[in-house]
């Protein structure tokens, strides 16, 4: 609802990589990264994108198969990263949907193919898309999430976080 700033700093896409990895921690077993370690330098804000690289992680690690690969490169103006699953892609949820707004809001797209899903995105700040009712960002909001399966109150844990909510986890009404 255009009511997420994003502060943007100047970073090596090794240093968002090494954050998201350490956002994912317990699966660093089931996770390989190829990532140059200097020279792909990005304007973004680092813990929202770190945040969204991890949650894409992650959900490949428990939903994609045994092996995950991350492979990043850069050509100059752009940045692409691709994951790629052993065992194939997990389907797409409200993750997801989110996860990609924050990278289009950084003015990079999120796209999946059977090969994998890859993330292009420029090395230059672009100018963030506003409606024109935008909304001055209000202090952080706390959310009760009240469901019985525990992958999906996951699921929506870490996407309203990815939004900026504070979110805790009840799985039936009398702990809610």
Do not use: W
């Not at 993750?95 to 999120?110: D, K, N, Q, V, Y």
């Not at 059977?114 to 909304?135: E, K, M, Q, Y």
């Not at 001055?136 to 999430?145: E, F």
């Amino acid at each position: 609802r255009g009511q997420l700033q994003l502060h943007r700093e100047r970073i090596e896409l090794s240093r968002i990589v090494d954050r998201a990895l350490e956002l994912s921690a317990g699966f660093e077993d089931k996770i390989q990264v190829t990532v140059p370690r200097a020279g792909a330098t990005l304007i973004v804000d680092v813990e929202r994108l770190a945040k969204a690289i991890s949650h894409l992680l992650v959900d490949a690690a428990e939903h994609g198969g045994s092996r995950v690969s991350l492979d990043a490169s850069s050509t100059g103006d752009r940045v692409g990263i691709t994951r790629r699953c052993e065992d194939g892609l997990p389907v797409e949820g409200i993750g997801h949907a989110i996860t990609r707004t924050l990278i289009e809001m950084h003015g990079g797209t999120l796209t999946m193919a059977s090969s994998g899903l890859t993330i292009d995105l420029p090395t230059d700040a672009p100018a963030i898309v506003r409606p024109a009712d935008h909304v001055p960002q209000r202090a952080r909001k706390r959310i009760l999430v009240v469901e019985d399966n525990d992958d999906t109150a996951r699921s929506l844990k870490t996407a309203l976080e990815l939004i900026g909510y504070e979110v805790a986890i009840a799985h039936d009404g009398p702990v809610a």
